[in-house]
């Protein structure tokens, strides 16, 4: 579906598709060259794994650039976690608010972004 909105948007050529494993794909990018490439990341997967592509997307974004992360209230299960994927947010949350390379801001729009600007 996604790529024919790109094509009808006339931006397809432009959009570097690659699927796969997130940590996998994204030490190929770092391996390639790519780090301090990248202008924004999105991180929206498996919860257990958002520190692991956080960190990994830092090592790809330039200095000014930008995370989004979705989900980081994760339907107000923050406030009491239960389950592994609850626990995890949490500590995400955690890292990134304690993060001197980032300034950040959690914004509460539908089940959380956070924002993180890389100093």
Same mark, same amino acid.
């Given at each position: ?8 948007? =006339?931006?397809?050529?432009? %959009? *570097?598709?690659? $699927?796969?494993? &997130? ?40 200095? =000014?650039?930008?995370?989004? %992360? *979705?989900?980081? $209230?994760?339907? &107000? ?43």
């Amino acid at each position: 579906m996604a790529r024919r909105f790109w094509k009808k948007a =006339g931006v397809d050529g432009r %959009i *570097d598709l690659r $699927l796969g494993p &997130g940590a996998e794909t994204i030490a190929q990018l770092v391996n390639a060259g790519e780090a301090g490439h990248f202008d924004m990341i999105f991180i929206d997967a498996d919860k257990s794994s958002y520190d692991t592509y956080y960190e990994g997307g830092l090592n790809l974004l330039r200095t =000014g650039g930008v995370i989004l %992360i *979705d989900n980081v $209230l994760w339907s &107000g299960k923050v406030l009491h976690p239960k389950d592994a994927d609850d626990h995890a947010i949490v500590a995400f949350n955690r890292l990134v608010q304690s993060d001197p390379r980032v300034k950040n801001v959690c914004l509460t729009v539908r089940d959380g972004m956070m924002v993180a600007r890389k100093r």
